[in-house]
C-alpha cells in the first residue's frame, strides 16, 4: 500500500468516525476543500463510490462500510507497526552500565548479563569492576 493511499484511509475514516468533512478537515489539520478532494482522489484511485453525497449529507456505500471496517484495522496496525519500530531503534541506542565490586567473583554478574542480552539484543551492555571510588567516576 503506498503511503498516499494510507492517508487518504486515515482522511477516510475521520469523516465516517466525525460524521462531518469539515470536523475530520479540521482534525487532521488540513482545510474543508483539500479532505474532500482527498476522498475523491480515493474513490477514483479504487475506482469505486465509496460515499454517496445528497443535500450536504452523506452515506457509505457498500463498498465505503467494507474500506471503512477494515482500513480501521489497517490503520491500527500501521500505528502498532510505527510504535514498535520507534521502539525497537530506541533500544539500539540504549546502553546499560553495571559497576561491580573488585572483590566480588563475576559469576553471577555473567548470569545476569547473559540474560539481558537475551532478554534486550539490542542494548548495549557494559560492566566496569573497581573500587567504590572508582565506579562513581566512571558511572
Given at each position: 500500500?503506498?503511503?498516499?493511499?494510507?492517508?487518504?484511509?486515515?482522511?477516510?475514516?475521520?469523516?465516517?468516525?466525525?460524521?462531518?468533512?469539515?470536523?475530520?478537515?479540521?482534525?487532521?489539520?488540513?482545510?474543508?476543500?483539500?479532505?474532500?478532494?482527498q476522498?475523491?482522489?480515493?474513490?477514483?484511485?479504487?475506482?469505486?463510490?465509496?460515499?454517496?453525497?445528497?443535500?450536504?449529507?452523506?452515506?457509505?456505500?457498500?463498498?465505503?462500510?467494507?474500506?471503512?471496517?477494515?482500513?480501521?484495522?489497517?490503520?491500527?496496525?500501521?500505528?502498532?507497526?510505527?510504535?514498535?519500530?520507534?521502539?525497537?531503534?530506541?533500544?539500539?541506542?540504549?546502553?546499560l552500565?553495571?559497576?561491580?565490586?573488585?572483590?566480588?567473583?563475576?559469576?553471577?554478574?555473567?548470569?545476569?548479563?547473559?540474560?539481558?542480552?537475551?532478554k534486550?539484543?539490542?542494548?548495549?551492555l557494559?560492566?566496569?569492576?573497581?573500587?567504590?571510588?572508582?565506579?562513581?567516576?566512571?558511572?
Amino acid at each position: 500500500m503506498t503511503f498516499l493511499l494510507l492517508k487518504q484511509l486515515k482522511y477516510f475514516t475521520e469523516v465516517i468516525t466525525c460524521q462531518s468533512f469539515t470536523d475530520a478537515a479540521e482534525k487532521c489539520g488540513i482545510s474543508q476543500s483539500a479532505m474532500s478532494q482527498q476522498i475523491r482522489a480515493l474513490e477514483e484511485n479504487l475506482d469505486t463510490e465509496l460515499i454517496r453525497r445528497k443535500n450536504r449529507k452523506f452515506y457509505m456505500t457498500p463498498a465505503g462500510e467494507y474500506f471503512y471496517r477494515h482500513g480501521l484495522v489497517l490503520l491500527d496496525e500501521a500505528e502498532r507497526l510505527k510504535k514498535e519500530t520507534a521502539r525497537i531503534g530506541r533500544q539500539i541506542n540504549q546502553r546499560l552500565r553495571v559497576g561491580y565490586s573488585k572483590y566480588l567473583h563475576g559469576t553471577e554478574l555473567c548470569r545476569a548479563a547473559a540474560l539481558l542480552s537475551e532478554k534486550y539484543p539490542m542494548m548495549e551492555l557494559e560492566t566496569a569492576a573497581g573500587y567504590a571510588e572508582e565506579l562513581i567516576d566512571m558511572l
